[in-house]
Nanobody, 118 residues
């Protein structure tokens, strides 16, 4: 079973940048869709960005133009480059692996905290 471990979270000022990494213990080449989600207390977990093996990507409207998702199947890594961070980006960010890309079967990491504060 693929195990996902996030890293790179921390405290950053508004307008700053942060790069999150997701390291998989196994191959992600068989995971059609990889993604990043985030969750704040009292709210449901929401999609930040998805990426499929053919390069297809999807971003939440709130992060378009600021965040970039990428994957390196050879290194079994997924990244989320976050630029121009805003206060509302504060959340726990989770790495996700969806083998079939159908939102039904998922693997999740334990999350990494991102706090944007002045």
């Amino acid at each position: 079973q693929v195990q996902l471990v996030e890293s790179g979270g921390g405290l950053v000022q508004p307008g700053g940048s942060l790069r999150l990494s997701c390291a998989a213990s196994g191959s992600i080449s068989g995971m059609l869709r990889m993604g990043w989600y985030r969750q704040v207390p009292g709210s449901q977990r929401e999609l930040v960005a998805n990426i499929e093996n053919d390069g297809w990507t999807k971003y939440a409207d709130s992060v378009k133009g600021r965040f970039t998702i990428s994957r390196d199947n050879d290194k079994n890594m997924v990244y989320l480059q976050m630029n121009n961070l805003k206060l509302e980006d504060t959340a726990v960010y989770y790495c996700n692996a969806d083998p079939l890309g159908d939102d039904r079967y998922n693997y999740w990491g334990q999350g990494t905290q991102v706090t944007v504060s002045s």
